[in-house]
Structure formats: structure tokens, C-alpha cells
């Protein structure tokens, strides 16, 4: 009994700092947005190491689709259930297979007023880097917005990655 209190408690820890952290990653994200529109809102997933962390993060995102209305929606994760899937499609969020970074280009803009927001939480550096790398000099990245709130947090604990990366923060 007293575990699964524990246990319970844990979980609600949990819950409430996703809230948190959706409230903040949202006031964040509309003064970015600066009035414009979101086109497209995709979510990623690839830190395998910490797939406890995946449903917060999801939560997250479902809160940020809910508080952004954007025109498309999407979630990437290699471990996704099927019923989770489902569940995903049924409120609009569409379920690609993961794909590869390293020859991902950012669709073109037909409307300088929409921005697509990468919500790249759970993603390790090698694929933000890849990213970046590729679309770096495309004339689309000025209209996009990565949310990589997971960076910030590392680079509090590894001051060398902190001194490295410092520009993706």
C-alpha cells in the first residue's frame, strides 16, 4: 500500500511539472510567434533512454496543439503503440514514422505569416544538429520555432556543452 502511494505521488510530481513546463513552453512560444499563424506543429521523440519522460512530454505537446490551433499537427516516436496511435489520430495529431534529420529540408512557405514549431524535447543532439545542419542556409528557417527545453537542462549539468552549444538555446 504504501509503495503504490509513493508511487502515486511520483506520478503527480510528474503531471504537474509537465503543466508547468507546457504553461511556460506556451507564454515562450506566442511572444515568438509574434502574431503569426502556426502552419505546422511536429513533435519528435527519440531519446530512447528516457521513455518515461515520453508521455509527459506528449502532454505537453497536446496542450501546446490545443493552445496554438495550428493548421497540421504530428508526433514521431520509434516506440509508439498502436492504441496510442489512435488515440494520437483521433484528436488530429497525425502519426508518421520517424525519419531521418540528416535529408529532412523544411517545406517552403507560401505565406510569410505561418511559422511551423518543432517541438523537439526528447531528441538527442546529434539529430537537432542534423537539422540544423541541413536546413541552415534554407530561407525557410527564419519561419520556424524549435522547442528544446531539454538542451537547457542539459547544459545546466555539462558546462562543456553549455560553452559549445550555446547558440541552439
Known sequence: MQATLIAVEELL?????????????????????NGRRVRHFKGVWTDLLRAKDRLGSLA????LKDGLNP????????????DEREFLRSLGVSTPEPQDFAEFQIPPF???HLVDIYFMVGCNWTLVNNFLQRNWNA???????LLLHEIIRRQKRLNS????HYALT
Do not use: F, W
Not at 493548421?71 to 498502436?82: G, L, N, R
Open 161 to 164: 556543452i553549455k560553452e559549445t
Open 110 to 112: 507560401a505565406d510569410e
Open 139 to 145: 530561407p525557410e528557417l527564419k519561419q520556424i520555432l
Open 13 to 33: 510530481k510528474n503531471i504537474e511539472q509537465s503543466y508547468k513546463i507546457g504553461r511556460l513552453a506556451m507564454q515562450n512560444a506566442l511572444e515568438q510567434l
Open 60 to 63: 505537453v505537446l497536446l496542450a
Open 71 to 82: 493548421q497540421e499537427c504530428s508526433y514521431e516516436s520509434p516506440i509508439m503503440p498502436h
